[in-house]
């Protein structure tokens, strides 16, 4: 039985706009072409395997589904490239620009580096997606996920990380109000977290260094935890939460957290009673 490596085939400087026009491609190169025009086909390079892509433009409909093995390269997908990356595994895109919606959904380990994501509901129902360098805006970003990363990524949109279990989040700054509902095992540090009602019905929610922006954060929660953090503009925090926090200055209102203990050096105001469940939890200020 022979261990040759398959040649590479080399597909360079053409233009497809034909359905399915690279349908079930293997060991290929697609460089410098363009998937657009009036025959406005779908599914470009749908099943393929083995697959590098450099220097493309993609502006027909899902034009990497259901690939396993693929590495895209200082390409774009178009407003018009809708739903361009589902059902696929084991890829990367690296200084690439997505505009499509529904980018990347039901994928597992995939990669983006050096991006720049405009993209509503990006990132649904994966397991293993990771973004480094990465200017992203979405709205319910990574709903349903599993095993996501983050680091150096800017952020903007809303409904943020809903229902994501295993979640970490490095050097990021996020503007996203209602993040992080419903989410499971995340671990945010040294980033910046603005958004109103941010993490209601988490569990295992931790904040290392972290700045936390807006109004009503951390309600009803299990198991959360902020460890040298600051919070600005946050009143009617921690309401029916269980909570152990660090934080540095003010807080603007804590209300009927559920237990725990909140240590800070300010509280403007802490609001008990009238509450629907047992409330234990204590405001400690440092002396």
Same mark, same amino acid.
Not at 39 to 63: H, N, W
Not at 142 to 167: A, I, P
Not at 276 to 285: A, K, N, P, R, Y
């Given at each position: 039985?022979?261990n040759t490596?398959p040649?590479?085939?080399?597909i360079?400087?053409?233009? =497809?706009d034909?359905e399915?026009?690279l ?8 460089e ?8 406005d086909?779908?599914?470009?390079l749908k099943?393929s395997?083995?697959?590098?892509v450099?220097?493309?433009? =993609? ?11 693929f590495?895209?390269?200082? *390409?774009?997908?178009?407003?018009t490239?809708r ?7 084991d890829g990367?895109?690296k200084?690439c ?10 994928c597992?380990n995939?990669?983006?580096t050096?991006c720049t994501?405009? *993209?509503?509901? =990006?990132?649904?129902k994966?397991d ?7 200017t992203?805006? *979405?709205?319910y ?15 903007t @949109? ?6 994501v279990?295993g ?5 990021c ?6 993040? =992080?509902?419903?989410?499971k ?6 980033s910046v977290?603005? @958004?109103e ?7 295992n929610?931790?904040?290392?260094n972290?700045?936390i922006?807006g ?9 959360l935890?902020?460890?040298n953090?600051?919070?600005v @503009?946050?009143?009617?925090?921690f ?5 152990d926090?660090?934080?540095?200055g003010?807080?603007? *209102?804590?209300k009927n957290?559920k237990? @725990?203990?909140?240590?800070?050096d300010?509280v ?5 009673g ?14």
């Amino acid at each position: 039985m022979s261990n040759t490596t398959p040649e590479r085939r080399i597909i360079r400087g053409q233009n =497809f706009d034909e359905e399915r026009a690279l349908y079930n491609t293997t060991c290929a190169s697609v460089e410098c072409c363009n998937f657009a025009g009036p025959q406005d086909g779908e599914s470009a390079l749908k099943e393929s395997r083995d697959i590098k892509v450099k220097q493309c433009t =993609f502006a027909l409909r899902y034009p990497l589904w259901h690939v396993v093995g693929f590495d895209v390269k200082e *390409s774009t997908m178009e407003e018009t490239c809708r739903a361009p990356i589902w059902y696929a595994r084991d890829g990367e895109l690296k200084d690439c620009t997505i505009r499509g919606v529904k980018a990347v959904r039901e994928c597992e380990n995939i990669k983006l580096t050096n991006c720049t994501i405009n *993209s509503t509901e =990006f990132g649904w129902k994966c397991d293993g997606i990771t973004l480094k360098n990465v200017t992203i805006a *979405s709205e319910y970003v990574f709903l349903d996920s599993r095993n996501v990363s983050l680091s150096d990524v800017t952020l903007t @949109g809303k409904y943020s990380f809903q229902y994501v279990d295993g979640l970490e989040i490095k050097n990021c700054n996020l503007d996203t109000k209602d993040a =992080f509902w419903h989410s499971k095992n995340v671990t945010v540090k040294n980033s910046v977290v603005k @958004g109103e009602y941010l993490a209601w019905f988490s569990e295992n929610l931790t904040l290392i260094n972290c700045k936390i922006i807006g109004t009503q954060p951390f309600c009803y929660c299990k198991n959360l935890k902020l460890v040298n953090c600051t919070m600005v @503009g946050c009143d009617l925090a921690f309401e029916y939460s269980e909570v152990d926090a660090d934080v540095k200055g003010r807080i603007d *209102s804590v209300k009927n957290p559920k237990s @725990g203990t909140i240590t800070c050096d300010e509280v403007g105001e802490i609001i008990t009673g009238n509450a629907v469940m047992e409330c234990s939890g204590q405001v400690v200020i440092r002396d």
